[in-house]
């Protein structure tokens, strides 16, 4: 029972040194592991360094530590997002990406296009936030990013040049090793719908919940 014990402890040790990283936008301050289970990881204010975004073909990139993890994207159309209501109408999480699993860690670039959700707010010139919402197995962790959209703004060339999938099928908290082009993944979509690696997508909460129910299993033995 002590092993049983032991072994959750640190699987939940290791997930809470890796996490995810928000690349690309810039998140709204720096990194910090213990406050990423908060909301925007812990930076409930909008900052002055707001990222140009363009309404169409923009993409997100992150770097993630958890095996078999999902991930979506919320959206506020509020200038000062400070609370998970926010980024809710209704009563209802406003999407900017549906949940999309994934059973790789590594590096990801996932297209956002903005102007197809259509929604209200959501147009050229406005200040909006973004926030991540991943799932890894160690509970929801958040990141937030504000930017404002754009329908002129052109990506730099670095930022295009680092939208790369890098992904390690063998390690649990690698490196990378393969390298594909966004949209490259098996079913050959393109441009704004492809998901890269992130394209079979039923909703995560399901593994989310599988993975919590396993670990409840454990520490129940
Ligand atoms: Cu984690």
Redesign the pocket.
């Known amino acids: 029972m002590k092993l049983a014990s032991f072994t959750v402890v640190s699987a939940l040790a ?7 990283h928000l690349l690309y936008p810039a998140p709204r301050g720096e990194f910090v ?1 213990a406050k ?1 289970p908060d909301f925007c990881g812990g930076y409930p204010e909008a900052t002055a360094n707001r990222t140009a975004f363009p309404l169409s073909n923009g993409f997100f990139r992150i770097k993630q ?2 095996p078999d993890w999902a991930a979506s994207v919320l959206i506020s159309v509020k200038p000062d997002a400070k609370s998970f209501d926010d980024f809710k109408t209704s009563g209802n999480d406003v999407f900017l990406r549906y949940w999309a699993n994934e059973t790789q860690t590594g590096n990801f670039c996932v297209p956002l296009d903005v102007a197809s959700m259509k929604i209200p707010g959501a147009v050229d010139g406005a200040n909006v936030t973004i926030q991540v919402v ?1 799932s ?4 929801q ?1 958040y990141q937030c990013a504000d930017l404002t959209l754009s329908d002129k703004v052109m990506l730099s060339a670095d930022v295009q040049a680092a939208c790369k999938n890098e992904t390690d099928p063998t390690s649990g908290h690698g490196a990378s090793s393969t390298s594909t082009a966004p949209g490259a993944a098996s079913t050959g979509s393109s441009g704004n719908n492809g998901l890269g690696n992130l394209e079979h997508l039923p909703l995560l909460s399901a593994l989310g919940a599988g993975v919590l129910g396993a670990l409840v299993a454990v520490v129940s033995v």
């Open positions: 290791l997930g809470a040194q890796a996490h995810f592991s990423e530590g958890h991943l890894g197995g160690d509970g962790l």
